[in-house]
């Protein structure tokens, strides 16, 4: 996890497209890295731009995957939209995520700290990174501690996404985990008209950015073949470019954090 001391990663699909699938990204996750990541998924992506694009198979067959998944020994990561959720998901995953869009959703962040797992924020395009610390209180006033702070650009106006390096070492200064999302910071909302582009040759420099200045995990979605996933295509990574994407990221980690330990 990621306040291991170590590098953390969460990774998978960025929608359940089928059991086989899910099984297949995590299975080939799991060869690169080894079990220490958190496989991310989402059984409903109710964000999508237009009305037609695919959003998951729903909470009770994503439940029965992820739930497989689990007792396989993965651990689990998937977002949550309404309050009710909470619960149900917090019975097959380890992490319960807060869309950007929804991060200053009150309901939806006290259910989820009152789960008791770890809840992941993400920062919503709109705010400060200031800001954000009003939305982690939130889940803090349940008694749960157990938070992740995400980063994922800062809207920055006609389909476009920026990434200010200086928010990572604000969110830092927060006392708990910062976690940089280094697949949808490259993403172009809306800009492919009905579904949102994406610039994924910028995905190693931001994640390297982020890595040294000293995020304590890596979000990244893949995807074996992105032109044909079914969600967030234009913005993951290829699935085979994980392994060396992640040797690179922690030998960067390693010696930040040589740098950054305090002197005995």
């Known amino acids: 996890m990621p306040s ?9 699909p960025c929608v359940i497209e089928s059991e086989e699938h899910a ?3 995590a299975r080939e996750i799991r060869n690169m890295v080894g079990m220490e990541f958190i496989f991310k998924a989402s059984f409903d992506k109710a964000n999508r731009s237009s009305v037609a694009s695919y959003r998951g198979p729903g909470i009770r067959e994503g439940m029965r995957i992820l739930s497989g998944l689990k007792a396989d020994g993965y651990r689990i990561l998937t977002d949550i939209h309404e309050p009710w959720q909470a619960d149900v998901a917090a019975e097959a995953c380890d992490v319960l995520q807060i869309p950007a869009y929804l991060c200053r959703q009150t309901d939806l962040l006290i259910a989820a700290g009152q789960t008791g797992r770890i809840v992941n924020i993400k920062k919503g395009q709109f705010l400060s990174p200031w800001d954000i610390r009003l939305a982690a209180d939130k889940v ?7 938070i992740f702070i995400t980063e994922r ?4 106006g006609y389909n476009n996404l920026v990434v200010d390096m200086r928010s990572l070492v604000i969110l830092r200064s927060f006392g708990w985990p910062v976690v940089f999302d280094a697949t949808h910071s490259v993403q172009m909302p809306g800009a492919a008209g009905d579904k949102s582009g994406g610039q994924p040759q910028f995905i ?4 390297r950015a982020a890595v040294a200045i000293g995020v304590d995990a890596l979000f990244v979605e893949v995807h074996e073949e992105p032109a044909h996933a079914l969600s967030d295509g234009a913005n993951a990574l290829p699935l085979m470019e994980l392994g060396g994407l992640w040797r690179r990221l922690v030998e960067i980690d ?11």
């Open 4 to 12: 291991s001391g170590t590098l953390a990663l969460i990774a998978g």
């Open 23 to 25: 099984r297949f990204v």
């Open 140 to 146: 803090a006033s349940t008694g749960n501690n157990n």
């Open 153 to 156: 650009g800062v809207s920055f």
């Open 204 to 207: 190693e420099p931001l994640a």
């Open 254 to 264: 390693t010696l930040t954090r040589r740098h950054l330990a305090p002197e005995a």
